[in-house]
């Protein structure tokens, strides 16, 4: 009797501290802020896969032939990916002058980008080197935007996030990247395809170069509402800065009472102030390398898993059964892409993101053996539904674990100065896979998913050995678990600045 009273006067206290938590957050203004920064992630979603949708649209207007169209194809959807790298490899950098401010130079890269490839894309046949010349330059400064955009953004969002809401936040950036997707697919049930009949009637329409130019119109809306409405930057960022005056400002809009305010600063004081034990950068990154390691392994799993295979070969399947046909399954597969990701942000902070991301590649894992034993060139009756089905069940497993847990566990383990760098890791991995893909579906076929199959293997056992949880703790308690040195020498977390010094003395 005593226990259960004991038990239901703890139960009591936490809930009235849980009930004290959302009291002093002011969630309308976090919702908003949390929008503002998300037209990011949609940019980032759509980037990536409207050029596809809209392939067919560019092979009628320039009338591309079967062989033109794939060496374009390729080289135009390459450009993104190495534009990204190369954004997010210089994300440490811009983001030492603020998290805000990085945004404003990614909206730079997003608007002049959008009218290089829409505004100022000729698309006379006579002039159609120079219009692809425009069109390629653009999509590299797009490129640039998203790669700035992917380090960004969940980095900012966990900085502003209250503890209890980091996790179902976090997971919010990859739900409005596949929310993007499955607008670009719908876009391209509208646009025309490549087997048009009126190539100058295309060219003169303006359906695609809205299309191309509407995330200009995104980066616009995100610089307005920042300037208009959120005019702070991160708590973190002005920490590390000693900016006091302005730290307490962006406390203050997000929680309600000074009570708030004070913990908070209290906590990113202390961790400022904390002197580091190991002494020199390098002391600072053998301590924290095994966090460095487990953050470069996760951003490479995200893209091992085999989703750029799955997405790239399930269009051929669906051609099968005609091109009107198939651009509507493929409007299905990005919807269950979308839908799938409500699962992450459901479960994300109830079984914890070490949990998910084993489950995912387990998941995974197996989908993409079925996939290797369905698979046909010629694919028809059962072999083309279990194909199909499998196709539809391996992007529930990824979206619900890889796809969006892994960016948020970036930016919950690593210094920001890192993050960088496993940022430029996935869209290297992204690279490597989009060039290799298509040689091993027409070299090895079937084999090709089985070769996913064992690094998802490899990569279950990864996660099982080394990653750690990270639900309900402080980004400064994520990162200390990886600490190589006995508890009581660990090293706490320094200044943005002073990690930053640290890593390029190291490289």
Same mark, same amino acid.
């Given at each position: 009797?005593?226990n259960?009273?004991?038990?239901g006067l703890?139960?009591?206290?936490s809930?009235?501290h849980?009930?004290?938590?959302?009291?002093?957050?002011?969630?309308?203004?976090?919702?908003?802020?949390?929008?503002?920064l998300?037209?990011?992630?949609?940019?980032f979603?759509?980037?990536?896969?409207i050029?596809?949708?809209?392939?067919?649209t560019f092979?009628c207007m320039?009338?591309?032939?079967?062989?033109?169209k794939?060496?374009?194809?390729?080289?135009?959807?390459?450009?993104?990916?190495?534009?990204a790298?190369?954004?997010?490899?210089?994300?440490?950098?811009?983001?030492?002058?603020?998290?805000?401010?990085?945004?404003?130079?990614?909206?730079?890269?997003?608007?002049?980008?959008?009218?290089?490839?829409s505004?100022?894309?000729?698309?006379?046949?006579?002039?159609?080197?120079?219009?692809?010349?425009?069109?390629?330059?653009?999509?590299?400064?797009l490129?640039?935007?998203?790669?700035?955009y992917?380090?960004?953004?969940?980095?900012?969002?966990?900085?502003?996030?209250p503890k209890?809401?980091? $996790? /179902?936040?976090? =997971?919010?950036? %990859?739900? #409005?990247?596949?929310?993007? !997707? *499955?607008?670009?697919?719908?876009?391209?049930?509208?646009?025309?395809?490549?087997?048009?009949?009126?190539n100058q009637?295309?060219r003169?329409?303006?359906?695609?170069?809205?299309?191309m130019?509407?995330?200009?119109?995104?980066?616009?809306?995100?610089?307005?509402?920042?300037?208009?409405f959120?005019?702070?930057d991160?708590?973190?960022f002005?920490?590390?800065?000693?900016?006091?005056?302005?730290?307490t400002?962006?406390?203050?809009?997000i929680?309600?009472?000074?009570?708030?305010?004070?913990?908070?600063?209290?906590?990113?004081?202390?961790a400022?102030?904390?002197?580091?034990?190991?002494?020199?950068?390098?002391?600072?990154?053998?301590?924290?390398?095994?966090?460095?390691?487990? $953050? /470069?392994?996760? =951003?490479?799993? %995200?893209? #091992?898993?085999?989703?750029? !295979? *799955?997405?790239?070969y399930?269009?051929?399947?669906?051609?099968?059964?005609?091109?009107?046909?198939?651009?509507?399954?493929s409007?299905?597969?990005?919807?269950?892409n979308?839908?799938?990701?409500?699962?992450?942000?459901f479960?994300?902070d109830?079984?914890?993101?070490?949990?998910?991301?084993?489950?995912g590649?387990?998941?995974?894992?197996?989908?993409l053996?079925?996939?290797?034993?369905?698979?046909?060139?010629q694919?028809?009756?059962?072999?083309?539904?279990i194909?199909?089905?499998?196709?539809?069940?391996f992007?529930?497993?990824?979206?619900i674990?890889?796809?969006?847990?892994?960016?948020?566990?970036l930016?919950?383990?690593?210094?920001n100065?890192?993050?960088?760098?496993?940022?430029?890791?996935?869209?290297?991995?992204?690279?490597?896979?989009?060039?290799?893909?298509?040689?091993?579906?027409?070299?090895?076929?079937?084999?090709?998913?089985?070769?996913?199959?064992?690094?998802?293997?490899?990569?279950?056992?990864?996660?099982?050995?080394?990653?750690?949880?990270?639900?309900?703790?402080?980004?400064?308690?994520?990162?200390?678990?990886?600490?190589?040195?006995?508890?009581?020498?660990?090293?706490?977390?320094?200044?943005q600045?002073?990690i930053?010094?640290?890593?390029?003395?190291?490289?």
């Amino acid at each position: 009797g005593i226990n259960a009273e004991y038990m239901g006067l703890q139960n009591n206290q936490s809930m009235l501290h849980r009930e004290e938590e959302e009291k002093k957050v002011r969630l309308g203004h976090l919702i908003g802020y949390l929008c503002t920064l998300l037209i990011g992630s949609v940019i980032f979603g759509y980037q990536i896969s409207i050029y596809g949708s809209a392939l067919g649209t560019f092979a009628c207007m320039y009338e591309w032939t079967e062989e033109e169209k794939d060496k374009w194809n390729s080289i135009l959807t390459t450009l993104i990916p190495i534009g990204a790298m190369i954004g997010a490899l210089t994300s440490g950098i811009v983001m030492k002058y603020g998290r805000r401010q990085t945004l404003f130079v990614c909206a730079g890269f997003s608007i002049v980008g959008s009218f290089f490839v829409s505004i100022f894309h000729s698309v006379d046949i006579e002039h159609k080197a120079a219009g692809i010349a425009f069109f390629s330059f653009g999509r590299v400064l797009l490129g640039l935007s998203v790669g700035l955009y992917s380090s960004v953004t969940p980095a900012y969002i966990g900085e502003i996030a209250p503890k209890k809401y980091a $996790g /179902i936040f976090g =997971a919010c950036h %990859q739900l #409005l990247v596949t929310f993007a !997707i *499955v607008v670009t697919y719908f876009i391209g049930i509208l646009l025309p395809s490549e087997d048009c009949e009126e190539n100058q009637e295309v060219r003169n329409s303006k359906g695609w170069r809205v299309a191309m130019f509407f995330p200009g119109i995104l980066s616009f809306l995100q610089v307005i509402s920042l300037l208009a409405f959120y005019r702070y930057d991160s708590p973190t960022f002005y920490s590390e800065a000693d900016e006091r005056e302005e730290l307490t400002k962006a406390l203050e809009a997000i929680y309600q009472d000074e009570a708030g305010v004070r913990e908070k600063i209290a906590e990113l004081q202390n961790a400022l102030k904390q002197s580091v034990a190991g002494g020199p950068g390098e002391s600072l990154f053998k301590q924290y390398k095994m966090a460095f390691i487990v $953050g /470069i392994a996760i =951003a490479a799993f %995200q893209q #091992l898993t085999g989703i750029n !295979i *799955v997405i790239f070969y399930a269009p051929i399947v669906f051609k099968k059964q005609g091109e009107d046909t198939a651009k509507v399954l493929s409007f299905v597969m990005s919807l269950i892409n979308f839908l799938a990701t409500f699962g992450a942000v459901f479960f994300v902070d109830k079984l914890g993101r070490r949990l998910l991301l084993i489950i995912g590649s387990i998941g995974c894992g197996f989908f993409l053996f079925v996939c290797c034993l369905s698979f046909s060139e010629q694919p028809s009756g059962a072999s083309s539904v279990i194909f199909t089905v499998s196709i539809y069940a391996f992007i529930v497993m990824f979206e619900i674990s890889h796809g969006p847990i892994s960016w948020l566990y970036l930016s919950e383990i690593l210094f920001n100065a890192w993050m960088g760098f496993a940022i430029a890791t996935n869209w290297l991995v992204v690279i490597v896979v989009s060039l290799t893909t298509p040689h091993l579906i027409g070299g090895i076929g079937r084999w090709t998913y089985f070769i996913y199959f064992i690094l998802m293997v490899g990569a279950t056992a990864f996660i099982i050995v080394f990653v750690k949880e990270t639900k309900g703790k402080t980004k400064e308690e994520c990162i200390e678990q990886y600490a190589s040195v006995p508890k009581d020498l660990k090293v706490n977390l320094v200044s943005q600045q002073q990690i930053t010094l640290n890593f390029t003395i190291i490289y």
